[in-house]
């Protein structure tokens, strides 16, 4: 069954129609730039020429960066405020002709490692991690996604773990990989506190690096990094999986 999945960012909109029981794009994945400001329609619009290119109209998935319940966006920290209270999955649905399921970013990137990446048939806890604009989460027990879990705001030194150690921050402030790895593990340190993990999957912009920080993380945890093939697209994979709603995913209602 394929299943088109589109994968909403803050500098990028990607789509591609996918095999959700093998976890292959199957046609080229498209990138349209998110217009700025990224306002509900605007962003819709992406949304629909993207189904369009794929001359595609049935179920789709979308995820999006924020905290999503029942299609409805409940925060906006790196996206702009008008999302809030936004009903996306009927904004987006309008546009494409089909049932639309709308989900955390990094939920959606999750729920493609837990199938097809890193944390294939791993039991126990396993938390995803996205270094990227900011920190997504996403924590499985025995496989089972306890969404919209937003461990990027945990507070570190008093400030969001986001605004010290994601991506961007390591980028604006120029630090080096020790020091940003420092921050990160220090963040790590306080999820083992809380969640006693079995893995922990590191994802997004900043795991094409990982041979650049892996060496400086300090982890009790068992550490992997999120494979080369899935990198730009677990988020795309894993909103057309959930979208689709596979026999066996045991997924929550989203
Ligand atoms: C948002 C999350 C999102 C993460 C990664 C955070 O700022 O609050 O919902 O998953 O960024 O995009």
Known sequence: MNILGIDIGGTGIKGAPVNVETGELVAERLRI????????????????????????????????????????????????????????GALFGSHLGGPVTVVNDADAAGIAEMRFGSGRGRGGVVILLTFGTGIGSAIFYDGRLLPNSEFGHLKIRGKDAEKRASEKIREKQNLEWNEWADRVSEFLAELEKLFSPDLFIIGGGVSKKAEKFLPFLTSRTEVLVEPAQMRNEAGIIGAACISARLPGMDLPEI
Do not use: R
Not at 61 to 88: C, L, M, Q, R
């Open 33 to 88: 730039p998110t217009p700025q400001p990224a306002l509900p329609n605007a962003v819709a619009d992406v949304v629909d020429a993207i189904a369009k290119h794929f001359d595609y109209s049935g179920p789709a998935g979308v995820t999006f960066p924020a905290i999503i319940k029942k299609g409805v966006v409940y925060s906006a920290t790196n996206v702009h405020e008008s999302w809030i209270a936004t009903d996306a």
